[in-house]
């Protein structure tokens, strides 16, 4: 299925829309204490499967859901298991299972999601600046 908004087409741009995704996610916490849930910013990377859904203007379908779902927490479980420490950064973690979701819907490949999470990895900090600005 094609999305109606495109993936970015700069790592600059992947760094404003991870940003985006993140604060969206963000908001979502004080929600969760209504619920009599306890989450912290360490939980957000299992909304970016929702969050990429919602940015590339995808229907909330049960099969793109579970495609992109099943992407970000399978990339995650492996990222940990064989690099415990690599997710402790929610910006990070949140970053990579954002990107594997978007590997689920087959909009990225594995190469690019590689690509982009060398880059961010590397701009922690400008990441971290875009969250707290945007």
Partial sequence: ???????????????????????????????????GHKASEKDLFQLAPLICLKLRGLPKTKRLETKAKEAALSTYVATTSYNPKVLDNPHIAFALAYLASHYGLDL????????????????????????EHS
């Fill in 1 to 35: 299925m094609k999305p109606k908004n495109p993936v970015p087409n700069t790592m600059q741009n992947w760094l404003t829309e991870i940003a985006v995704g993140y604060n969206d996610a963000l908001e979502t916490l004080p929600f969760t204490k209504l619920m």
């Fill in 108 to 131: 990225l490949t594995e190469n690019a999601v590689a690509e982009i999470m060398d880059y961010v990895a590397q701009e922690q900090r400008q990441l971290a600046i875009r969250i």
